[in-house]
């Protein structure tokens, strides 16, 4: 009858080669069968049906409670949040925080850039101060036409007073200038620290998301482990129940 033992012990497996297939607990799924050995072998050397009929029902506990304790430790395993990253929780936070999460959020819709002033606003705080300076041309040009000569002092007052009008009109162009230019540098520096701002605040988002992303992965790729072990497991018990039913039919 030895050769129905052999089987036994072929399909249950024993060691860690016969539970390579279950992950991290291949060894242990075959080394629970491996204590049965010891049984097995006393099977095969009784001669007596009666008493190899009761080592038989022995084995059949023993295979049972061995299986019992190594789904036992398996689940206990695979439930204790301490031996993975990963939990429930945290791919349903993953989930919720890819479906609240807008990209367009961390880009700022700027006005376009606004200047209310023009140049006449410029032209008053320099008007006293040209005034003064072009009059005293006038005076030195009126002087040189001859006062007696109306007609020539005329001219010279025409001549200054274009000149004060075209010095005005520059010198308020260019402060004019000045601070449009001013004004859009700020503007433009707003908008830059500000958008900069923005793409610190999404780089930390992406890289807590992506984190979450890993822990959700983490979840994912231990339920799978956990059920390709508890297949495994369940394959080997088949196996054995098998072997012991034809064990059963040789006495």
Do not use: C, H
């Not at 606003?121 to 006293?128: L, S």
């Not at 036409?145 to 520059?170: F, M, N, P």
């Not at 610190?200 to 072990?229: E, P």
């Amino acid at each position: 009858m030895a050769n129905y033992g052999s089987n036994f012990v072929a399909g249950a497996g024993t060691g860690a080669a016969a539970g390579s297939v279950a992950g991290p607990y291949g060894a242990i799924i075959g080394g629970a069968v491996g204590g049965i050995v010891g049984l097995i072998s006393a099977y095969e050397d009784e001669q007596d049906s009666r008493r190899k009929q009761q080592i038989l029902e022995q084995i059949k506990r023993q295979y049972n409670l061995s299986n019992a304790e190594l789904e036992s430790t398996l689940k206990a395993y695979y439930n204790n949040p301490d031996n993975f990253l990963g939990s429930k929780s945290d791919v349903q936070a993953y989930r919720d925080t890819i479906a609240n999460y807008d990209p367009t959020a961390f880009v700022a819709d700027y006005n376009e850039f606004e200047y209310d002033k023009n140049v006449d606003d410029f032209v008053n705080p320099y008007f006293d101060k040209i005034i003064d300076s072009v009059g005293k041309k006038v005076q030195q040009s009126a002087a040189g036409a001859g006062v007696g000569r109306g007609t020539g002092a005329a001219q010279a007052i025409a001549a200054a007073q274009a000149e004060k009008e075209d010095s005005l009109y520059q010198t308020a162009l260019n402060q004019y200038n000045a601070d449009r230019a001013q004004s859009y540098q700020e503007w433009a520096g707003n908008i830059t620290a500000l958008q900069n701002k923005l793409n610190a605040l999404k780089g930390a988002t992406d890289t807590k998301v992506s984190m979450m992303g890993n822990l959700a992965q983490d979840y994912a790729d231990t339920r799978k482990q956990y059920m390709s072990d508890y297949l495994a497991m369940k394959q080997n018990q088949n196996n054995g129940n098998l072997s012991l039913a034809s064990l059963s039919l040789s006495i």
